[in-house]
């Protein structure tokens, strides 16, 4: 017997991060995703808010020029500028507390101690759904690499932070590792909720005709639909050895993007370098899902999610 023809009111789109619960796969990277966006779009419609990377004390970020444009995508070194803890607690949570949706907080910090101590404290206040820990800054207490370039590391700061809240925590993973399946295995170790794959690629561009690099830090961040193919390969990867759930980051442009991800593991997506192409690009992807499902009669979006056949 074939399948009924569906509606859009058929549609089921909801995911689960852990004990997360969201209305659908598709939320906005951190450091992709502003106040002022609310201009454009509904942020209800989303399935949940993500903003910047927070650190405990404010920081200026790196020097100029911390933008450029690439060939399919874009390099930044922004150098997570924040403007701090208190400041977060104090006027950040608050304004994104009228909105439905779950806030999941971006976390930024130097130390085992310091990545604690911060979860500790945003992971205790209202309206905070959950953490995702940006475990792919320096370790400035270490060997400055980051912390999930390592997998000891990635496996202590994960159970460190467990230790101090109960909230779900996403660990976002760095890409610029030789296996990126001992750090997400590491992580799941740890007691992670959920897997971000992943932050953006380490890349340089240089102005030949003044022989100097393009991004004032050297090098920076490579996003875009240039990664995407990476991404996915690294999803599929992860998919393969861990069963946490993950949320795809990387070179999603459009609604084929995410399903993409879907397909190849990812139980959710996050949308970074469209949103500055266009504004919309969330609504819009989320938009050309649901007219996939309906082409093609699928009633639960959990139907897609590793769905990807190998001969």
């Keep these: 017997m074939s399948k009924r023809s569906l509606s859009e009111a058929d549609l089921r789109l909801d995911v689960n991060i852990g004990s997360l619960r969201l209305q659908n796969p598709i939320m906005p990277a951190s450091g992709a995703f502003g106040e002022d966006m609310d201009e454009v779009i509904d942020f209800n419609e989303l399935a949940a ?4 990377s ?6 200026k970020g790196n020097k100029t020029p911390r933008v450029c444009e690439t060939p399919a995508g874009m390099i930044n070194s922004i150098g997570i500028q924040s403007k ?3 400041y977060y607690l104090e006027h950040t949570l608050p304004y994104y507390r009228q909105y439905k949706i779950p806030l999941i907080s971006s976390i930024s910090a130097d130390s085992f101690d310091e990545f604690a101590e911060m979860s500790e404290t945003i992971g205790g206040t209202e309206g905070v759904a959950a953490l995702e820990l940006n475990i792919s800054c320096p370790n400035l207490k270490g060997n400055g690499l980051a912390f999930g370039m390592d997998p000891e590391a990635t496996f202590q700061l994960i159970r460190r932070v467990k230790e101090v809240t109960d909230k779900p925590i996403i660990a976002k993973l ?3 590792v030789t296996s990126i399946q001992e750090i997400a295995l590491a992580a799941e170790r740890g007691g992670a909720d959920g897997l971000n794959v992943a932050n953006t690629i380490l890349a340089m561009a240089i102005d030949i005709h ?7 830090n050297v090098m920076g961040g490579l ?3 240039a990664v995407k193919p990476i991404i996915v ?3 599929y990867q992860v998919r393969q050895v861990s069963k946490l759930p993950i949320i795809g980051c990387g070179g999603v442009m459009n609604g084929e993007d995410a399903i993409e991800m879907l397909l190849a593991g990812a139980s959710a997506v996050q949308v970074g370098t469209a949103n500055f192409v266009q504004p919309t690009a969330m609504i819009d992807i989320l938009r050309e899902i649901k007219d996939y499902m309906l082409q093609y009669n699928i009633e639960d979006i959990r139907e897609l999610i590793g769905a990807a056949v190998q001969d």
Excluded at 54 to 59: G, H
Excluded at 210 to 216: A, C, E, H
């Design 233 to 235: 390969r690294m999803i």
């Design 54 to 59: 927070i650190t405990k004390e404010p920081r």
């Design 223 to 225: 996003s875009g639909p």
């Design 210 to 216: 003044t022989r100097r690099p393009k991004i004032g």
């Design 49 to 52: 808010i993500v903003p910047k």
């Design 84 to 86: 701090g803890l208190a």
């Design 174 to 176: 760095t890409p610029n």
